[in-house]
């Protein structure tokens, strides 16, 4: 019986149970991680973020949990330790809250027992909304004593993942995970003002064991000067002591930044970080003198790197960034950025065949297929330089540039979204044509087009309604599509078995609906190339063994639904190839990190790479 089970076995269930195995990988999600297609409750198609695949993960973890601990007295104290491992929250007050009840536990225990805190291991904070503060009259400064609280009980935090600006209070907040969690911190998310830089580099010091980082840059929290340039990339960041300080971050193996990071790069220019494989930088709307910087950092790391994703609309030298990686395999950058001709119809990619190279994502591409609706109150002129700036890059991705080639991915979330609405590209502007030559060239060198779900370029979860049946071809897709995102509440993912039941009555629904297309009606609906649809078998009298048979292809198609629906909340990022023993450069002599947790196999799923064919 379940209640004669040791306490190590039923927590052993218990992790698998609530997808925690899932949860503590110490991966960041990378542009390459596949987005998924839901429904809102209003029926409109939206992209779920690998970000928010895991948010929803971790609030139906918290619901499994909850579940648990109320089954038996037995369970309750097992699930009481699991509930605390990760904890996750998306409003300001659910962390008061948790700050006060933390400190009570560990009052009670008055040394004679594990306060709760000691079990976590995973702290995340959803980024909200200053007015969500003000409503609930919550102080910033009522957060950080909050979040400051929190890490004082958390001796065994592994991941730190704070999406929320923390502003002037990054100090205080990393002297507290350096003096509580520094031994046992492996991946941290901050978002810092740029003139906190030198904070920074501090933390990061402190912090020797780290293998994951992500670090936001904002504009500078505060003036320090009336000068109206002030938030120009010529501002001087005051680094004191910290400049050109040598930091050696011998494990680091993923460094993601954004934003105003220019100063960051040229001081990680002279750092120490030999296992680093994957690198990200995406400038948002910064528009300062980064091409340089990078080049400089790429100069010292480049050759280690085996990933590598720029996302920025300035100019760059990416023949000149690639001589600079021979390692890279999986390469990223920006499709509508100016990049110096070959001849008139090629981009500059590639001094030299890459034979490492096998998949490579665009960034941008919202113009490439006449769809932007923004693209009407834009320049002709500069709508033209932008679509041909794509047709060059999309020229130069071949065999002879890059031999080893299986994929193209666009990564545009934005871009895919308006080709959906769309139902199709523009055929009176050329975006149809420009797909259909970027397909067939594709296909003729052997390349998979992809879109950012790892689907094919062009195939979209529903058609245009007038090609829509009365059973709905688009049922494909949703999965879990019935469900409104809701960040706002922690309890949301325990109505799981109402949306389980109500997917089942789908199912059968669309089992029993009759399709009436035809040929001619398909080849009115799309042109040539586009996404078709396929008739059904003519209705008949079946036999008794012909029922039997359909109702088992019922069944495996019901059951690869599902698992196709479940399969599509887990982003890539999660599913990193692990191997036992380690591999990671260093693991055995860092204390406290097991070979099992550490990423071993660079190039797959676990970091948003395009599965190997």
Known sequence: MALDLPAEVLSQIFTLAADEDLIFQYALPTSLANSSWFRHAYEDWSLRTPQEAANSLMRRSYGTKKALMLTCRQWYCVAQEHLFRCLYFNTPLKLIELANNLEDSRDATMGEGTPLGWWTRRLHFHRYSNQKCEDLGITPQDMHLALLQVIEHCPNLEIFHVEWPLQEAFGEIASALSKNCKRSLRTVYFNVPRNELSRVIWALDSLKFIVAAHIEFEPSSAPSSSNNDYFDDEDNVNLGSAFEYQLNLQYLYQLSIGGHAREFLEQASEWFLPSL???????????GAVPEAILGFLKIHGDTLEFLDLDTNLPLEVAKILDMCPQVSTFAFNADCRINLLNPGESEVANRPKPNITTI?????????????????????????????????????????FPNLQRIRALSRPMLMALNRAGQPNEENGGMARWAKWWDASALAGVSLEDC?????????????????DDGESDEYEDGSDEEEDDDDDDDDDDDDDDDDEDDEDEEDEDDDEDESSDSDDEHILPSGWKKLIPPMPEENPSARTTELRELLKECRAMERQRLRDASMLPPSFMMMMAGGGGFPGAEMMPGFSGADIPTAVGGMGFGFGAPR
């Open 277 to 287: 494989k994957i690198f990200s930088y995406n400038t948002g709307t910064y528009t």
């Open 453 to 469: 779900t790892g689907d094919s370029l062009g195939n979209l979860p529903e058609l245009p309604v007038s090609s829509l049946d």
């Open 361 to 401: 994502g665009l960034h941008g591409l919202s113009l490439a297929f006449g769809v932007d609706p923004l693209a009407s109150a834009r320049n002709e002129t500069s709508v033209r330089l932008i679509q041909r700036t794509n047709d060059s890059i999309m020229a130069a991705l071949n065999k002879r540039n």
